[in-house]
């Protein structure tokens, strides 16, 4: 390989690390706190670009892979179960609308930033491992699929600005989401590995009491939830400055 790729790549890569990436064209600025503007702008973004956009670290939302979770871990409880999770893709996060959106301000920290969503549905694939004595009294580990319809999600903010060469960036460091869901349905592959029919059973049991079942598990999803929409925001965060991203003041 020739070294003027090489040194054209590093050029490119200071630059890049010096002025910060830049939003693309088709995406419109608004002026701080502008909320019925940044809600627009917003929705075209995620509608335009699917795939997400590679030059700002946004990642793809039609196909979101995000680290492994513990949902439940409570050794000590009377229900004993440990389920974790790995291999996770979020899929749909490209049909994501925005409906309401506050803060944003000039100075970030002057009001509460917060987002509100709705996606028709969110799947979510994943690897599964869960060890009970509860309902069942064994260990194993398989696929899962998850469904999540009609979710909606309101996220509050809690944001530090840094300085890097003199330009401001926004970085998250706490997200609250609190999360209203229509439906859950829930598969669980190999539940019993030499038993189909109970598994198929197990599931069904899931499914016929699911709201149960959220209210049991919510707490370690939400985790989960706040760690895939904190680390896709604070990819574009850290990439494009927070002055960048809005019309100067005039
Ligand atoms: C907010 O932005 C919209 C454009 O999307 C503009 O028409 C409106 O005047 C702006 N409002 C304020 C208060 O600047
Ligand atoms: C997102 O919307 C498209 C178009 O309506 C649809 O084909 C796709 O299945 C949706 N994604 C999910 C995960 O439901």
Redesign the pocket.
Known sequence: MGKLILLTWLFCYILNTISGAELPGDVQKCSFGNSTCLVRSINTLIKLHPKGIPAIGLPPL?SYHFPDTVVLDSPNRPIYLNFNMRDNVN??F??TTVTHVEGFLREPNQKQILIKAHL????HLATYDLEGRWLFCHKTSGTLQSDFQDFRVTLTLKVILEYRNNKRYLKVYDLVPSIYLGRWIIWFDDLFKENFDLTVAMNAVFNRHWVEFWNELHPGLKKSFSNGFTTILNRVFENVAYDDMFLPDR
């Open positions: 039609d899929k749909g490209e049909n028709p549905r969110l799947l």
